[in-house]
Structure formats: C-alpha cells, structure tokens
C-alpha cells in the first residue's frame, strides 16, 4: 500500500458515489455515461482549478492546505470518519515529500503493558480487550477470552480480519456477518490511511485479497468508519445469543491501542448469558483449560 495509490481510489469512488443532484448542479436533461461527479465539477465544488484537482485525485496531496483539504472534503460530502482519513492521507503524503528516504518499518509490538492488563482483569463482570490498528488482541480478561474464544482456538490466531473472512466458524459466530466485515474492513481502511506503510498491516491486507472475494470487494469500496460505540450481536457455541453494548477507548499512552468492553442490559438475557459464560471460564479456569488467551500471537 501507499498513500498516493490510497487517496486515488479513495477520492474516485468518492466522486463517483455523488450525483449532480445532490450536490445541487444542474444537469439540463444530458445522460451521463457514468454515475457521479466530473473532475471539473467537484473543481468547481472545491473552489480549485481543474488541473489542481486532477493532481490531487493523481494521489499527490503533498502541500494541499487545510481549506483546500476542507473544500474538498465539503465537496465529496465526506462523514467525519471520511475528513479524518483524507487528513490522514495528506499528512502521509507531506511525511514522503519531506523524506526521501525509505520510511521507517515499525517493530514488533510488544505485549500491552502491566498496568493495562491489571486494568482489563478489574472489569471482572464484563469483557474487554485490547486490539492494535491491524485487528491484532494483544490482551484480554478472562470474560473477554472466553466472549471470543472461537478466534482464539487455533494456535496463534486472534487477528479479527483473519476470523472474519477465512474462518467459516465466523458466520456462525456474528448474525450480522456483513455488517462485521464491513466493520473490519473499514477498519482497515482507516489504518491503510494513517500509516500507510506498516508492513504487518500491508501483509495481512495482502493475505486477505488474495484469499477471500469478500474482502477484495469491500476493499475496493474504500470506506471508512470511526468504530467507538454500538450493538454487536453474537451467537456464542456455548451460551447462545447475545446483545452487547461496545465502547471503545483510545490508550493515548499507547499509539493504536483501542480497549473495548461489552456490557448488556441489566436483567436482559444477555446479561444472564454473560452471567453464564463467566461461570463457564472459571470452570475452565479450574480445570487448568482457561479460554486461549493472545499469547505468542500478538507479534503476528
């Protein structure tokens, strides 16, 4: 991946998704040969020439300034999590035009810190984990290994990209597995964008096109999300269906740590599933067979 191949794609499927009536042209009767905005049209949105708008859907956002950046992001219509990843994009563009150099690889990971995991293992009654940008747990509690205990059965496994599309258990698992892909592949878009040349995240992007139809698919869509708060449904093997409220916390001290945590309803059934599944990890507990948990798998 890299960022000028990002923000091409990105910003034609934007303008390709926006019709002239939305964006309030007229269109005098003419039949357009394909759906979407011009180039000279969203020029005309933006405020810029035509050829500085041609250069930047080229994938050269190098020295576009904040108003031409807003300008466009008004144009295209862009949500938030859009104007974010467009930021995203020219910041790694400006990164490459001040460096020369090949840009710097990030090391492995290592595992979450101490006090993290002390802070994971206090929120006994519900469960919680830590993931980095990829979709990589680095950490859970006991209740949050044993909510996900099917993407942690095969030995080093834990990545929810990988889960999602090349294990079939998955379906299974999320009664909305669209919406789930949706999630992780927008997830991944969104992390394509700020770091565009983390080779872990360029690996497993690969790994996932090559071997699933779905998530090329929705790859080529570029769409992006913020993923902070919502309801996930699961049908967990052991306690069935559950309904869980999600809240996901950024780890500031912690550059692309996300902690999420589930709660239900009180006096819901989720609750008494959530009830039933922590007895069900302490009995695993106690038999010395707890819910797999991150292990080795976090420097995958």
Known sequence: MDSRSETREFLVARRGRITPEQAGLPTFGHVRRVPGLRREEVALLAG?????????????????????LHNLARALQ???????????????????????RAPRRRAARAPVRPSV??????????????????????AANRLGRALYAPLFERP??????????????????YPDWD??????????????????????????VGQLSTRSDEFRTRWAAHKVRFHTTGVKRFNHPVVGMLELTFEG??????????LFSYTAEP??????????????????????TAAPDRGSSAQR
């Open 48 to 68: 810029v020439s035509v050829d500085y708008y041609t250069r930047l859907e080229r994938g050269n956002l190098a020295g576009a300034s904040e108003s031409v």
């Open 78 to 100: 862009l949500d938030d999590a859009e104007r974010d990843y467009l930021d995203d994009l020219a910041r790694a563009a400006n990164a490459n035009a001040s460096f020369k």
């Open 117 to 138: 995991q002390r802070l994971l293992d206090a929120l006994v009654g519900s469960p919680a984990f830590v993931q980095d940008e990829r979709g990589d747990v680095l």
């Open 156 to 173: 080093g496994e834990g990545n929810h990209g990988r889960f999602v599309f090349l294990d079939d258990r998955s379906r299974a698992f």
């Open 179 to 204: 919406l789930a892909a949706d999630i992780t592949v927008e997830l991944l878009h969104k992390a394509a964008g700020r770091d565009p040349h983390n080779r872990a995240l360029t690996d497993l």
């Open 249 to 258: 916390m950024e780890l500031t001290a912690d550059d692309g740590l996300t």
């Open 267 to 288: 006096g819901s059934t989720s609750a008494d599933g959530l009830g039933i599944l922590g007895s069900w990890a302490a009995t695993l507990d106690e038999a010395g």
